[in-house]
């Protein structure tokens, strides 16, 4: 099984440099991490993002973006046959002892997500088969209850490349960056997010040019402050250029939506569409 999974993960990334910096996964600087360090990280493999990222939430159930769950020119809902969630490894290749690979069920998208604004871009993603008894590399995360004062610094952990170039090679290894919560209004300025920062949503990062930037193939991963997931990646990927940083949902905001979809029993079916707001 792992030797397949290995050779799953090759032919991925070796297509990613086949599309270019849209299908590559990418995280510059930062540190290493350590085993035990972000064990509600995953990797989430898709059939056109290539990877995306994400947060254990439970036994069966992980948190991403709904961007890494729908068709990318359709915009309808991805079969789940087609993604994988990977936990428990902190590498990408080598596999190691860690790692378990689970298929996916189910998807379950905000029902208000709008792919235009990013507002609501969340989902949850149900896996086949349950995570093993918690450890120290597969835990599920605690989830922020608390609004954050500005300034606070959060860290952001994932998988990426060494370099900005769109042919880089990926160095596979999880690393993490820390980046300060930003004010709204210094977001939503005409030369950086030009008011795309709703209400529901938290910039962080840097808006000065910076080696330390989650890019491309990191969207759905999780910010964490404190020690806690606060938000997931939704947009604001440059790769350390500058008046770009990381635009993340406000899960605090989400926590009914969130927390009910454990218990859902439908099962939405590939093609369904969102009722945007």
């Known amino acids: 099984m792992h030797l397949l999974v290995f050779a799953l993960l090759a032919v991925g990334f070796a297509g990613a440099a086949t599309f270019g910096e849209d299908a590559s996964g990418r995280l510059t600087g930062g540190t290493v991490t350590l085993a035990g360090q972000y064990p509600a990280a995953v990797s989430i493999d898709t059939p056109y993002t290539l990877h995306c990222g994400g947060t254990v939430l439970n036994s069966q ?5 709904a961007w890494c769950v729908m068709h990318p020119t359709s915009f309808t809902l991805l079969n ?3 993604l994988r969630v990977i936990a428990g490894d902190l ?3 080598p596999v190691s002892y860690r790692r ?10 905000h029902p208000n997500y709008n792919r235009l604004t990013n ?9 086949n088969t349950p995570f093993p008894e918690f450890h120290n590399t597969i835990e599920p995360a605690v989830l922020n209850t608390r609004i954050l004062p500005d300034n606070t610094q959060c860290q952001y952990a994932g998988w990426g490349a060494a370099t900005n170039a769109a042919n880089a090679p990926l160095t596979p290894a999880q690393r993490v960056i820390t980046v300060p919560i930003l004010t709204t209004a210094s977001c939503n300025v005409a030369t950086v997010h030009n008011n795309r920062v709703l209400p529901t949503m938290i910039c ?8 330390n930037t989650a890019c ?9 402050c404190n020690g806690q997931l606060t938000g997931v990646l ?20 989400y926590r009914q939506w969130i927390d009910t979809q454990s218990n859902r029993t439908d099962n939405p079916a590939p093609g369904w569409t969102p009722n945007p707001l």
Request: aromatic content about 8%.
């Open 80 to 82: 789940p046959f087609w």
């Open 204 to 211: 962080a990062g840097s808006i000065a040019a910076t080696p």
């Open 61 to 65: 159930h992980v948190l991403t973006a």
């Open 234 to 253: 939704s947009f604001g990927l440059a790769c350390g250029a500058a008046n770009q940083p990381g635009v993340y949902i406000d899960i605090r905001q």
């Open 100 to 109: 378990e690979v689970r298929n996916v069920t189910h998807l379950f998208v």
């Open 119 to 127: 507002n609501n871009d969340l989902a949850v993603i149900r896996v």
């Open 91 to 93: 590498n990408l290749i």
């Open 216 to 224: 491309q193939g990191n969207i759905g991963g999780g910010l964490y």
